[in-house]
């Protein structure tokens, strides 16, 4: 399903080049539950980024479903982010002017889905992760925990076949954490493909699947 | 489109003082020109409406308008005043005379123009419209009387004068018969600085039987510039130059005032427009500044599949529904200032003028409020749409 071919990322910093990635070769078949594990630096946020069609690599490509995403321009870019991804953030990152149901529903949004069918999807999502009764709390009035999981609902709100997780458990407590893996888990049981970036092992153990990462290179 | 407004009015109310700032910056532009462009207005219409009132009249006068000044020739002769009496479509003519000389009052002097003209002509053009005081019109064989103008008997002596007051015009006693009110704007310059005599007296006074000044009242309007023409011709064949006399009609005089308030309103305009270049330089730092602060929120839309465009949209529609609450504030302002303004001018310089608010005035407010807005908007949204979602989500 995914696949990147000597995938490589260079930052610049002043005079000094930075390898973030280095020739990551690298498949993922349809369905699969995959951790990344790496200390910070290893490039496994980056690895993620390119992969999540966010970033654009220096050299080397990423195939998503076969189509090389270097030949796609930004509308066909975000059409894949909207349509086939869903993103789970450390920070959550929800839109804090915008109340649960309405980040959830936010997608659909740009995707053009009527306004109605929006919200009450958007409910169900949020009914499906507990969070039934907060669904019209803003943000700043959620824990966490409860954070993440409304970022969860909001990652599987245009059904994706591929949900990215960039440390989703970084910024919660262990039991959180183990709830928000075992809501992953579920997912990947429902046929999604799920990839998570994480520096913790016993987090990484709930994935079908563990690739460790130093200094830009996928170890074996 | 509804949920985008509805997104856009939430990032406005969240940032909600900035907004209200932005939104009387552009209020103040606004409301600067909707109120000078109506007192503008209203100020033209005040004095074209008493200009109408007269639009039976031509003025003659031996000079040319230069310019915008007026050069004086020479003067008129009675033969001058009679070939333009024998033009047909002529009802009244006045021939008058005037010049400043020295007036005495109670041991004080000062240089006051005299007008001197047939009593009854004089009288119909000025003593109708601007009334008398106190007093009486001049009569035929008043030679040692005078009748004076509001700024003559109030302002130019410190003791104000009356009826029966005795003034010594060029060493000559004469004795005032009528005062005149105060006159309108249309009629201020010719009555309240003058000392009004009758046409001998004022021969005698200035020493002259010169014409300097004719006013001619004809039976149909409609007439007025060929009359007009008529008379010029006449008077410079009599003098055999070609630009000698200047005959105006009021049409003419209207014209020309539309041309000074159009300079006028130009001026007003210019002024106004300073204010909204100022409003606008608010809303694109309001807007950029917003840019910057939501970064993390334009990398997160874009990371969850929003579009370049659906960003930009977003952020022009939010400076667009600012400064469309601005040009509403500010036509609402624009309009009370305006009437306050005509209505404080109306008491102190004593005229009657009343703000005109033209529809296209307020619908052109709106619109340069919309334009500045979106134009304003544009820069900050297209920095917007333009981020990478990746070097958003990054920035903390």
């Known amino acids: 399903m995914i696949h990147t071919e000597n995938l490589t990322k260079i930052y610049r910093m002043g005079d000094a080049e930075v390898y973030a990635l280095r020739d990551v070769n690298l498949e993922i078949k349809e369905g699969e539950f995959i951790a990344i594990i790496g200390s910070s630096g290893s490039g496994k946020s980056t690895l993620l980024n390119m992969i999540g069609c966010l970033d654009t690599p220096t050299s080397g490509s990423v195939f998503i479903d076969n189509v090389n995403t270097a030949s796609l321009n930004e509308n066909e870019l975000a059409e894949i982010r909207r349509e086939k991804m869903g993103f789970i953030f450390q920070q959550f990152n929800l839109v804090h002017t915008l109340n649960a149901v309405e980040n959830v529903a936010l997608p659909m949004f740009f995707a053009g889905v009527k306004r109605e069918t929006r919200l009450k999807r958007a409910e169900e999502l949020l009914v499906n992760v507990g969070l039934g009764d907060r669904i019209y709390h803003k943000p700043s009035e959620l824990s966490g925990g409860q954070q993440q999981r409304v970022a969860i609902a909001r990652a599987l709100s245009n059904d994706p076949e591929i949900v990215i997780g960039d440390e989703p458990t970084g910024n919660v407590d262990t039991d959180t954490g183990n709830a928000i893996m075992d809501i992953l888990e579920g997912l990947n049981k429902e046929g999604r493909t799920i990839i998570v970036v994480t520096h913790d092992a016993e987090i990484a153990a709930h994935a079908g699947r563990t690739k460790r990462m130093r200094d830009g290179r996928v170890l074996d | ?396």
């Open chain 2, 1 to 396: 489109m509804r949920d985008k407004f509805l997104l856009a009015y939430r990032s406005i109310k969240e940032r909600r003082t900035r907004s209200i700032l932005t939104v009387l910056g552009i209020a103040v532009g606004i409301a600067a020109i909707v109120s000078l462009m109506s007192v503008g207005y209203g100020m033209e219409e005040a004095i074209t409406g008493e200009l109408t009132g007269m639009a039976d009249m031509i003025s003659v006068m031996p000079g040319k308008i230069a310019g915008h000044a007026y050069v004086e020739l020479g003067s008129f002769t009675d033969r001058d005043v009679k070939d333009v009496q024998r033009i047909s479509g002529i009802k009244d003519i006045t021939a008058m005379t005037y010049d400043a000389v020295e007036v005495e009052y109670r041991n004080e002097r000062a240089p006051i123009f005299i007008l001197g003209g047939d009593t009854k002509e004089l009288g119909s053009f000025y003593v109708d419209p601007v009334g008398i005081k106190e007093g009486r019109w001049l009569r035929e064989n008043d030679y040692k009387g005078c009748v004076i103008g509001d700024r003559v008997a109030n302002d130019f002596f410190d003791e104000v004068i009356h009826v029966n007051d005795k003034l010594e015009i060029n060493g000559a006693k004469f004795v005032v018969v009528g005062v005149f009110e105060k006159a309108s704007t249309m009629y201020a310059a010719d009555v309240d600085p003058h000392i009004f005599l009758t046409l001998r007296a004022s021969q005698e006074v200035l020493q002259t039987d010169e014409v300097k000044y004719i006013m001619v009242r004809i039976y149909d309007i409609e007439e007025a510039e060929e009359i007009a023409e008529e008379i010029e011709e006449a008077i410079n064949d009599n003098h055999g130059l070609d630009d000698f006399a200047n005959a105006m009609t009021m049409g003419s005089m209207i014209e020309q005032i539309g041309d000074v308030f159009n300079i006028i309103r130009g001026v007003l305009v210019g002024i106004a427009a300073i204010a909204l270049v100022v409003a606008s330089i608010g809303i694109m730092n309001t807007m950029l500044m917003s840019v910057m602060e939501r970064t993390h929120e334009i990398g997160v839309m874009k990371a969850i599949g929003a579009k370049s465009s659906d960003v930009l949209s977003l952020f022009l529609l939010e400076s667009g529904m600012v400064s469309l609450v601005g040009g509403v504030v500010g036509c609402v302002v624009g309009v009370i200032v305006a009437k306050v303004i005509s209505f404080g001018a109306s008491a102190a310089l004593g005229i009657e003028m009343t703000a005109v608010v033209k529809p296209e005035v307020l619908l052109g407010g709106m619109a340069v409020a919309m334009v500045v807005g979106v134009l304003s908007g544009f820069y900050p949204a297209r920095k917007a749409s333009r981020m990478s979602p990746v070097e958003a989500v990054r920035y903390e």
